[in-house]
């Protein structure tokens, strides 16, 4: 059963780069028309989607964020990345990635990781 | 502000039937598949219904939905005290250019089991 995994620091400074990787297991993420995205929840908000890619580097986001924001993938480590550049205190979240399909959207989620933008 | 509306919260009895609604526009409900998610506190979001009406393997029966012109439903029947959750509609917005395209959420709506 495929699982998804995101990691990367809890605390980012104003101002500085949010980093997230989410790693793929039990299923390649080499798939033909499968994306793999990023969507975020503010505390007691609702959910935003950020940006998605496929296994070919095929991208699209969010074009409120768009001029923050990168998404890469590295599929010999089967894992792809969220760069959110220029951090403020309103991008504190629970940040999660997810794979969705044309039928699906997003139908298999990390856990979510929460990260804070503090001084 | 999400432009895809739901009521903030809706409540039930067990063993009742509740509808919860997402109000969209043309450029999205009245063109795309919609989709529902059931979340509960500090968990992640679990898909429920996929392209309108489909339910995926595991979710019960009784989550149904429906879709007309410019707004969705979820319709929950039986009503059970697990079911009290936050739903969030999806949906994909056309925008008004190529730029303008994204995936939306609507702002999600507490359901409480009374």
């Known amino acids: 059963q495929m699982q998804l995994q995101e990691s990367g620091p809890g605390l980012v400074k104003p101002s500085e780069t949010l980093s997230l990787t989410c790693t793929v297991s039990?299923?390649?993420?080499?798939?033909?028309?499968?994306?793999w995205g990023w969507v975020r929840q503010a505390p007691g908000r609702g959910l935003e989607w950020i940006a998605s890619?496929?296994?070919?580097?095929?991208?699209s986001s969010n074009p409120s964020l768009r001029s923050r924001v990168s998404i890469s993938v590295v599929t010999s480590k089967n894992e792809f990345s969220l760069r959110l550049r220029s951090v403020t205190a309103a991008d504190t979240s629970v940040y999660y990635c997810?794979?969705?399909?044309?039928?699906?959207?997003?139908?298999?989620w990390g856990t979510g990781i929460t990260v804070t933008v503090s001084s | 502000q999400s432009v895809l509306t739901q009521p903030l919260s809706a409540s039930g009895t067990p063993g009742q039937r509740v509808t919860i609604s997402c109000s969209g526009s043309?450029?999205?409900?009245?063109?795309?598949?919609v989709y529902w998610y059931q979340q509960f506190p500090g968990t992640a979001p679990k898909l429920l219904i996929y392209?309108?009406?489909e339910r995926p393997s595991g979710v019960p029966d009784r989550f149904s939905a429906s879709k007309s012109g410019t707004s969705a439903s979820l319709a929950i029947s039986g009503l059970r005290a697990e079911d009290e959750a936050d739903y969030f509609c999806?949906?994909?917005?056309?925008?008004?250019?190529?730029?303008?395209?994204?995936?939306?959420f609507g702002g999600g709506t507490r359901l409480t089991v009374l």
């Open positions: 039990g299923g390649s993420i080499s798939l033909a028309d499968v994306y």
């Open positions: 999806a949906v994909f917005d056309d925008g008004h250019d190529n730029l303008s395209r994204r995936w939306m």
């Open positions: 392209r309108n009406t």
């Open positions: 997810a794979r969705h399909d044309d039928l699906h959207f997003m139908d298999v």
């Open positions: 043309t450029s999205n409900i009245g063109s795309n598949f």
């Open positions: 890619i496929d296994y070919t580097g095929r991208k």
